[in-house]
């Protein structure tokens, strides 16, 4: 009897001995080291790849925003701020219906199929139905009519050619802090406008807040709205 509750103790003891070893281990020691050494060789990275103007952190470099208006009474989505770089659409976002006491967006894709709302045509191959009311293709249509508008100006005229992929869907995410170079200068006109700036001084301004390709070979040129908005700011500041 005395030999089982000795075993039983020592079993006991060795087991609160490796919690205690584990727990100090994993749950400090080894988090301790991962955060130092992420601190001291990646600490823009490690902190969220925080964006800072004027000494305030103004957002990520991996997160979108909008630029929009003040919401007006009797409207449910407010219009786009059109003195500022446009992002991609967000149509995949969500809100936060669940737990209201935050308020939340839900990041997520549309989840519509590339023939949505598309009809098939006199050749048998399918096309977007330009009557269509919802899916896919409504979706592309309004944005590509939204941007062609909005970007038009006196002296430059957008055609619905003109107008690249990523300016009238949404990524995976809803939240791409990305637009391609083809739609950042395409903004350039209405943006030289709205600012009352050079077109040429905003063309500048996109080639050099353009990113090429990882290594070189992967991905695609892109262009991160937050910072050429910023740069545009100091920009409207400098020649104002």
Same mark, same amino acid.
């Given at each position: 009897m005395?030999?089982?509750?000795?075993?039983t103790?020592?079993?006991?003891?060795?087991?609160?001995?490796a919690?205690?070893?584990?727990?100090?281990?994993?749950?400090?020691?080894y988090?301790?080291v /991962?955060?130092?050494?992420?601190?001291?060789v990646?600490?823009?990275k490690?902190?969220g790849?925080?964006?800072?103007?004027g000494?305030k952190?103004?957002?990520?470099?991996?997160i979108?925003?909008?630029?929009?208006?003040?919401?007006?009474?009797?409207?449910e989505?407010?219009e786009?701020?059109?003195?500022?770089?446009?992002?991609?659409?967000?149509?995949?976002l969500?809100?936060n219906?669940?737990?209201?006491?935050?308020k939340l967006?839900?990041?997520?894709?549309?989840?519509?199929?590339?023939?949505?709302?598309?009809?098939t045509?006199?050749?048998g191959?399918?096309?977007c139905?330009?009557?269509?009311?919802?899916?896919?293709?409504?979706?592309?249509?309004?944005?590509?009519?939204?941007?062609?508008?909005?970007?038009?100006?006196?002296?430059f005229? /957008?055609?619905p050619?003109?107008v690249? /992929?990523?300016?009238?869907?949404?990524?995976?995410?809803?939240?791409?802090?990305?637009?391609?170079?083809e739609y950042?200068?395409?903004?350039?006109?209405?943006?030289?406008?709205?600012?009352?700036?050079? /077109?040429?001084?905003?063309?500048?301004?996109?080639?050099?807040?353009?990113?090429?390709?990882?290594?070189?070979?992967m991905?695609e040129?892109?262009?991160?709205?937050?910072?050429?908005?910023?740069?545009l700011?100091?920009?409207?500041?400098?020649?104002?």
């Amino acid at each position: 009897m005395n030999n089982s509750v000795g075993n039983t103790a020592r079993l006991l003891g060795a087991g609160l001995r490796a919690v205690l070893v584990l727990t100090v281990v994993c749950g400090v020691i080894y988090p301790l080291v /991962v955060t130092g050494v992420a601190q001291a060789v990646l600490p823009g990275k490690a902190n969220g790849s925080e964006i800072k103007d004027g000494g305030k952190v103004v957002g990520s470099e991996l997160i979108g925003q909008r630029y929009d208006l003040p919401l007006k009474k009797g409207q449910e989505t407010p219009e786009p701020d059109l003195k500022w770089f446009q992002p991609r659409p967000s149509n995949g976002l969500g809100s936060n219906s669940v737990n209201t006491r935050y308020k939340l967006l839900l990041s997520g894709a549309t989840n519509l199929s590339g023939d949505s709302g598309a009809v098939t045509g006199k050749d048998g191959k399918e096309v977007c139905d330009p009557k269509a009311t919802d899916g896919l293709c409504a979706q592309v249509k309004a944005a590509q009519d939204a941007v062609v508008k909005d970007n038009s100006t006196a002296d430059f005229k /957008v055609s619905p050619a003109d107008v690249p /992929v990523d300016a009238v869907t949404s990524s995976a995410s809803g939240l791409d802090p990305h637009i391609s170079p083809e739609y950042a200068d395409l903004q350039a006109h209405r943006i030289a406008e709205k600012n009352h700036l050079d /077109v040429k001084d905003v063309e500048e301004l996109v080639d050099d807040h353009t990113d090429g390709r990882v290594l070189g070979f992967m991905g695609e040129p892109r262009v991160n709205v937050l910072k050429l908005n910023i740069a545009l700011k100091h920009l409207v500041a400098q020649k104002g």
